[in-house]
């Protein structure tokens, strides 16, 4: 019998093509953020300056870390529809006491992010869909926002607007901001050995339980770090923004859903990109309001307009994604 | 001789009842060091749930359980993995969204740290170098991209690599299922190797073939039961088979087959496949059972399913002239509906049947399932349970019931038999003869060189194409692999 079976050279072709459609998949975040940005210059080239891109990716930072948050969710083969209410929380926490009492305020951060890991825990330990616990503590973190803030107002702490507000030279900040989320977190989850423990747990539980690992605790992890970096992504927008509102981060949570299928992730199966879901995350924050407004789309309509946005680019990408497949 | 040897393992009447069902009924067994066990029994005869104790992924329900000498009171997974016990999963156990590399650091928590991704590839591959020579894996592949067949290579591979854990034991549940005769002779020429150097292996089968050739004992079991044990040169492939409690030996097979003068009707499907070059195709009338045999992998099942997806619209090469069903192979993936009862996972491909007004009749549904338990033998005390409350070879009768039980004139298997006991297949293969009496036409994707004796003609696929056309009385395993490796076509 020959040593190297024929067989292997059909393989090895359908193995090429798997690979190519992944690439493909890869780039598929990265080209969609190049198309928005070519019609913003091709409608207002002054735009595609430092300071244009300062102000146009201002709102980016927050919406990128909401988007973090949620893939770490979806690693896990679940869904988070508190992110945004968790997101307006933490704001008003930040614009309050965080500003007032720092001490009572960490405590609060870190206690909300402990309350994250327990909800892992509570999903996993009573075998509960994380659609319907996410869904009632989007209401609970409404609500003690309200209690923390009833009115718009307060006000950031001097020492997170002096970081948000940080000018660097030549490359405006929310992008440098954007390649270190994307680095760290690219890093710590599609790097790192336990990152692949967490990635698997995604991708056949039964298999990492069997390996001897806790399933228990990867699902705790991933809400905690969900957690983390919903508490970051409220501290820096009420750091750009100054004060809080109670309903001020509503719109992250399926911003961030978005963001991360857009950024190549699937609701399945533990294939998520952290690198993907960053690109993601400015895609819609420039295709949100800049390109509208330079496309004259008047303001009562931007956000219907959103939504439009939003269908195309997300129809764009499983069509590209199954025609590979 | 036996009790001069060091034991490693021994069991001690261990029980565990799922409700109402005793999968394990008292439970005595010995691994000694440096043998192989086979390990045969019908599906449901408790092997399986056998193995999920020694891996300590379920707990016993009585009994003891000693290793190396010292009673394990507190058995579970890591204590299992800490003692050097492995097991190879029938339905494989890797992440289909982490490369080959990662998903071998999964099963080594010493693998972290600086370089771990660089050590953890370097141990998989060398490992698959050695149990598979030319496997053409590597290690920053992604599982999911894989065929089933090299996936079970790497997952048998994995069992196999050592860091700072001991390995004395590999459980190999079904370890050839997915594999084809070149590879599978690799795996187990190795596992010889391995037993020779002092540890052990249990190999669990349905191939008795496999069993009877590399075991060193073989220990049978009966409905939770160990009902035979002894040395491997006792046993013959009958003695084996009645010990089962199976109903008859493969001559059988080859006497019903043979003994068959079935009315042949007009040409129902023909087929080229996308790669043929010259204007081989392969023909099929009504009332035939035609085998697709070869390595895995090359071609058999994408010619099934450009069949299949044909028959909804037309395809260049390809004519099919009856409504088709198609048995799918990967039944965890592409064939059960995991949430629905086993009515409704074998009703499903009839509906248009079932419907009165715009929903679907449940007396009908049930009519028809309680029709197939009867002639395919399902064992379950009520269809409505969970399809998984069945065991694997029960859920493949479950979709060979969705398949027979539909108007479909033409039946694509795609290697349907995977892992699946002999009791189980000789039930089915009769079912199959009769329903090709009546005049169905079966199209057979198998890897197992001994079905093919049920077909009336073999296409043997290499490269995705078919290279040979073998007739009942041509058809020897030689020429199945000779045709496999012949490149000058």
Known sequence: MPALPPANAANYSARETARRTRLLRVLLPALSLALVLLAIAWLNPRAISYFGFSLMLNLAIPIALATIAQMFVITGNELDLSIGTFVGFVGCVTATWLRDAPLLGIAVLLGSIAVYALLGALIYLRNLPSIVVTLGMSFVWQGLAILVLPKPGGKAPDWLMAITGFKPPFVPFPIIAALLIAAVVHFGLMRTSYGAVLRGSGGNPAAIGRAGWSLLRTKMVLFGMAGVFGVLSGMTLIGITTSADANIGNGYTLLAIAGVILGGGEFMGGRVSPVGAVIGALTLALAASPLLTFMRVPPDWQVAANGAILIIVLAARVLISRREA | ?489
């Open chain 2, 1 to 489: 001789m036996v009790d001069a040897r060091t034991i490693l393992v021994k069991l001690e009447g261990v029980e565990k009842h799922f409700g109402a069902v005793r999968a394990l009924d008292g439970v005595d067994l010995n691994i000694f060091a440096g043998e192989c066990v086979g390990l045969v029994g019908h599906n449901g005869a408790g092997k399986s749930t056998l193995m999920n104790i020694l891996t300590g992924t379920l707990a016993t329900g009585a009994g003891t359980i000693s290793i190396s000498g010292s009673v394990e009171d507190r058995y579970s997974v890591s204590r299992a993995l800490a003692l050097g016990i492995r097991c190879v999963f029938q339905e494989l156990s890797l992440c289909p969204n982490l490369s080959v590399a990662e998903n071998t650091r999964i099963n080594h928590p010493s693998l972290k740290g600086i370089g771990w991704q660089r050590k953890a590839a370097a141990l998989i591959a060398q490992k698959l170098d050695e149990i598979f020579p030319g496997h053409s894996i590597d290690p920053s592949d992604i599982v999911g991209d894989l065929s089933i067949g090299r996936r079970q290579m790497v997952e048998v591979a994995r069992a196999f690599t050592v860091t700072d854990a001991p390995l004395d034991l590999v459980i190999l549940d079904e370890p050839t299922s997915s594999l084809d005769s070149h590879t599978a002779g690799q795996l187990l020429d190795f596992v010889r190797r391995f037993v020779g150097s002092g540890k052990s292996c249990i190999l669990i089968s349905h191939l008795l073939g496999e069993v009877l050739g590399n075991a060193d004992r073989i220990v049978v079991m009966r409905d939770g039961k160990v009902v035979a044990a002894d040395r491997a040169a006792v046993f013959d492939r009958d003695k084996l088979v009645t010990s089962m409690g199976g109903a008859a030996a493969r001559e059988k097979v080859a006497a019903e087959a043979a003994k068959g003068t079935r009315e042949i009707g007009p040409i129902c499907v023909k087929a080229r496949p996308a790669r043929q070059r010259d204007d081989m195709q392969l023909v099929a009338r009504s009332g035939e059972i035609i085998g697709l045999a070869g390595l895995a992998g090359n071609g058999q099942t994408d010619l099934l399913l450009a069949i299949f997806e044909a028959a909804g619209g037309s395809r260049s090469g390809i004519e099919v002239t009856a409504p088709l069903a198609l048995v799918a192979g990967d039944r965890q993936s592409d064939g059960i509906f995991p949430q629905w009862s086993i009515a409704r996972n074998i009703g499903i491909r009839s509906i248009e049947r079932m419907v009165r007004g715009m929903l679907i009749s449940s007396r009908r549904e049930a009519e028809l399932a309680s029709r197939w338990q009867e002639r395919i033998k399902i064992r379950t005390p009520d269809m409505n349970n969970n399809i998984l409350s069945l065991s694997g070879g029960n859920q493949q009768k479950a979709l060979f019931a969705r398949a027979l039980g539909s108007d479909a004139r033409i039946i694509l298997m795609d290697d349907p038999m995977r892992g699946v006991d002999i009791g189980t297949k000789l039930d089915v293969y009769d079912l199959i003869r009769e329903e090709a009496d009546s005049g169905r036409t079966f199209l057979w994707y198998t890897t197992e060189t001994e079905e093919l004796d049920n077909c009336d003609h073999v296409y043997v696929f290499h490269g995705g194409r078919i290279v040979a056309n073998l007739s009942r009385d041509e058809l020897t395993e030689e020429k199945v692999i000779q045709s496999s490796f012949d490149e000058a076509v």
